[in-house]
Antibody, heavy 124, light 110 residues
Framework: QVQLVQSGAEVKKPGASVNLSCKTS????????IHWLRQAPGQGLEWMAI????????NFAQKFQGRATVTREASTRTVFMELSSLTSQDTAIYYC?????????????????WGPGTLVTVSS | QSALTQPASVSGSPGQSITISCTGT?????????VSWYQQHPGKAPKLIIYEVRKRPSGVSDRFSASKSGNTASLTISGLQTEDEADYYCCSYAGSNTLVFGGGTRLSVL
C-alpha cells in the first residue's frame, strides 16, 4: 500500500526557513521519484521540484532555485524539502507526490499518489 | 515558464458532457506527450485522472477522456454526475526537467 505521510502544520515568521518531510514506504523510496508541489489559499497548483531515487540531480522550478533544497534520508525512508527566506507569498499547502517510475522518461512526470499536504503559514 | 491556460470555470447539467481546454506553447504541451489531468475536491489532495495525454489510471471512470491537438489539450467528461463537481488541473512537461500547471478550472454541475 502506497503511503506518503507528511509532517504537521507550520507557522513561520518572514525570513525564516521551513523544513517539511514526506515519509514513504520502502518500495516508493527506492523505486519512485518524489515531487514537491504547493497550493496557495484559493489558488492553483504549482510544481516546485523533483528528486530521483537513482541519484540524478534534483530539479527545481526556476522560481525556487537557490531557495529550496530537497534531500532524502534512507534510514527513515523520508524525503525533506527546505524552503528558505520565507515571505507571506509562501503561505500554502505543500504536497509531496509520487511519480509512478524513475526509470522511464514518461513515468517521472505525473503523480499517481499524493500526500495529504502540510499547511505552512508565514506571518509576522 | 508561464502557466498553461485553462478556463476559470465551466458548467453543465447532470448527464451532459463538458470539455475543458488547456493551452500551452510549442515549448511545453505542443512538444511533449506528457500531459496529465487532476481532479481536486475542496479540502482534498488532487487525484490523477489522465496521464500521458489520454491514458486513464485503473479505477478512473471511462466518462473521463482526453486528447491533444497542437498546443491545446482537452479533457472531456461525459454523463456529468454531481460528484464530478470539482477543480480540474492540467499539467505538462515543459522541458529541462520541469513541469508546468494550468491555472485550474472549476466545474459546476447545475
Amino acid at each position: 500500500q502506497v503511503q506518503l505521510v507528511q509532517s504537521g502544520a507550520e507557522v513561520k515568521k518572514p525570513g525564516a526557513s521551513v523544513n517539511l518531510s514526506c515519509k514513504t514506504s520502502e518500495d516508493t523510496f527506492t523505486k519512485n521519484c518524489i515531487h514537491w508541489l504547493r497550493q496557495a489559499p484559493g489558488q492553483g497548483l504549482e510544481w516546485m521540484a523533483i528528486i530521483d531515487p537513482s541519484g540524478r540531480p534534483t530539479n527545481f522550478a526556476q522560481k525556487f532555485q537557490g531557495r529550496a533544497t530537497v534531500t532524502r534520508e534512507a534510514s527513515t525512508r523520508t524525503v525533506f524539502m527546505e524552503l528558505s527566506s520565507l515571505t507571506s507569498q509562501d503561505t500554502a499547502i505543500y504536497y509531496c507526490a509520487r511519480a509512478p517510475s524513475h526509470s522511464t522518461s514518461s513515468g517521472r512526470w505525473y503523480f499517481d499518489f499524493w500526500g495529504p499536504g502540510t499547511l505552512v503559514t508565514v506571518s509576522s | 515558464q508561464s502557466a498553461l491556460t485553462q478556463p476559470a470555470s465551466v458548467s453543465g447539467s447532470p448527464g451532459q458532457s463538458i470539455t475543458i481546454s488547456c493551452t500551452g506553447t510549442s515549448s511545453d504541451l505542443g512538444t511533449f506527450n506528457l500531459v496529465s489531468w487532476y481532479q481536486q475536491h475542496p479540502g482534498k489532495a488532487p487525484k490523477l485522472i489522465i496521464y500521458e495525454v489520454r491514458k486513464r489510471p485503473s479505477g478512473v471512470s471511462d466518462r473521463f477522456s482526453a486528447s491533444k491537438s497542437g498546443n491545446t489539450a482537452s479533457l472531456t467528461i461525459s454523463g456529468l454526475q454531481t460528484e464530478d463537481e470539482a477543480d480540474y488541473y492540467c499539467c505538462s512537461y515543459a522541458g529541462s526537467n520541469t513541469l508546468v500547471f494550468g491555472g485550474g478550472t472549476r466545474l459546476s454541475v447545475l
